[in-house]
């Protein structure tokens, strides 16, 4: 059974920093986890893409929103996912989730490619 358990959310004033953790379950080495990611949806707003990674290479990928704010990286010793936020905007407002089971091959960022998801962190970033 595949568990994804997000924290680190938080409000905090514009151009400040957050941390997120995603906590994932496996006794074993399980494909499911081999490409994971993290997404957020702002309310009336469609779920996006954020950043990916292989976590066994590390090879990342990021969307243009974020690219040098955001760092995905992950602990597998500690079966933990990170999204390191730095020079948030209001526009970050969103509830961010941890996704994993991706079909497929290759970096993605769409969320029809995965299949296991957390059940969010709140991020509130003010001006």
């Known amino acids: 059974q595949v568990q994804l358990v997000e924290s680190g959310g938080g409000s905090v004033q514009a151009g400040g920093s957050l941390r997120l953790s995603c906590v994932y379950s496996?006794?074993?080495?399980?494909?499911?986890?081999?490409?994971m990611a993290w997404f957020r949806q702002a309310p009336g707003k469609e779920r996006e893409g954020v950043a990916a990674?292989?976590?066994?290479?590390?090879?990342?990928y990021y969307a243009d929103s974020v690219k040098g704010r955001f760092t995905i990286s992950q602990d597998n010793d500690k079966n933990t996912l990170y999204l390191h936020m730095n020079s948030l905007k209001p526009e970050d407002t969103a509830m961010y989730y941890c996704?994993?089971?991706?079909?497929?091959?290759?970096?993605?960022?769409?969320?029809?490619?995965?299949?296991?998801w957390g059940q969010g962190t709140q991020v509130t970033v003010s001006s």
């Open positions: 496996t006794y074993t080495y399980d494909y499911n986890y081999y490409y």
């Open positions: 996704a994993a089971c991706r079909g497929g091959s290759g970096h993605t960022l769409e969320v029809s490619r995965f299949g296991c």
């Open positions: 990674i292989y976590t066994g290479g590390g090879s990342t």
